[in-house]
């Protein structure tokens, strides 16, 4: 399993990227001697949960025509660039939206349609802590043939639970699924840290972004120094590389 992030700082190289179409400094981490792979993340934290907003800015037709012109700007930067098809989340408790599944859909439906030459991954929307809703609706994007012409799904919502044994449970669920068409690959947004041992002979990739937030976990205490932040980010690298090495079933 690859953990995509970011470096603290810029200049620091890594293989596995995670940008932030709401973000564009973000892509300054986008580093052409080291990146293999890259995927530009909608920005849904930032859009749904800090902005508290209800639909991306100037609207979902707009924002996914961004995101395609972006991943078009920078495909050369990396061996592969993938953008995730913008959509919407029912897990953050300021901002729920009902509709989530619907309208993620329908993002899909005009993403692939609109732009059918950018390297997608489909994300599979449900409900917090929800097993059944995430398995229909990948049942529902299977039975559209996505999955015929695109070879990324990401899984969702799995941002803001704790529950390992969710975690788990859905991976092992979708993984079943996918195994019989074994181009997929299977990305779970935004993990922790705890459950990567147990979801990793399931998925492909999962992402975590080291700031001062995570350098509590790593390191005990916030980081405010460089020399901090860089050993924090070490020891990320290492629990990164642990996962990497188990086992695909």
Not at 81 to 89: I, T
Not at 214 to 219: A, D, G, K, T
């Amino acid at each position: 399993m690859i953990v995509y992030s970011r470096p603290p700082y810029p200049d620091m190289e890594y293989p596995y990227v995670i940008v932030n179409m709401f973000d564009e400094t973000s892509f300054r981490y986008i580093n052409p001697r080291s990146a293999k792979s890259v995927i530009i993340d909608s920005g849904v934290h930032t859009v749904f949960h800090r902005l508290a907003l209800r639909e991306y800015p100037g609207g979902y037709q707009a924002w996914i025509q961004r995101t395609a012109k972006r991943w078009a700007s920078v495909r050369a930067l990396a061996g592969e660039v993938y953008a995730v098809v913008p959509d919407y989340p029912s897990d953050y408790e300021n901002n729920p939206i009902a509709d989530n599944i619907e309208r993620t859909i329908r993002n899909i439906e005009h993403a692939v349609a609109k732009h059918p030459d950018v390297k997608w991954i489909i994300p599979i929307q449900g409900k917090k802590d929800d097993a059944v809703s995430i398995v229909k609706t990948f049942d529902y994007v299977a039975d559209m043939g996505v999955l015929d012409r695109y070879d990324y799904v990401a899984v969702a919502p799995t941002c803001t639970t704790h529950s390992v044994r969710f975690l788990r449970d859905v991976a092992a669920l979708i993984w079943r699924r996918v195994k019989q068409r074994r181009h997929v690959k299977i990305h779970m947004f935004g993990t922790t840290m705890k459950s990567w041992r147990h979801i990793a002979p399931y998925v492909d990739s999962t992402d975590a972004v080291v700031t001062n937030y995570w350098c509590l976990p790593l390191m005990g205490k916030m980081c405010t120094r460089r020399e901090e932040k860089e050993k924090a980010w070490q020891i990320f690298l290492q629990k990164a590389a642990e996962v990497k090495s188990i086992r695909r079933l």
